[in-house]
Nanobody, 124 residues
């Protein structure tokens, strides 16, 4: 079982920045893909970004390319999402997720391990 714990959410004004973190404190040898999803009010959960734990290849949804950066610190078992130039449309609960291998586009059904989520609110 892989446990994931997110942090770093909050409220910011449009144009601001936030950095989300996701710690996987347990044994993660079975995980080679870490990802961020989000679910806005009244919307379906969607994939935002993903990274391979070996090699560090990254994938981004078109809506966040150039504004968000996914990264990892394998020594700390920590995943990050740096979010810049935030827009009100970025308002959502953000979830960290993990699976065996990365596949793009991201699909909620493919991921077995999820964090509890961290709320991001962007005001205009």
């Amino acid at each position: 079982q892989v446990q994931l714990v997110e942090s770093g959410g909050g409220s910011v004004q449009a144009g601001g920045s936030l950095r989300l973190s996701c710690v996987a404190p347990g044994y993660t040898a079975s995980v080679h893909c870490m990802a961020w999803f989000r679910q806005g009010p009244g919307k379906e959960r969607e994939g935002v970004a993903a990274i391979t734990t070996i090699g560090g290849s990254t994938y981004y949804a078109d809506s966040v390319k150039g504004r968000f950066t996914i990264s990892q610190d394998n020594a700390k078992n920590t995943l990050y999402l740096e979010m810049n130039s935030l827009k009100p449309d970025d308002t959502a609960m953000y979830y960290c997720a993990a699976r065996w291998a990365c596949k793009w586009p991201l699909s909620v059904a493919d991921f077995a391990y999820w964090g509890q989520g961290t709320q991001v609110t962007v005001s205009s």
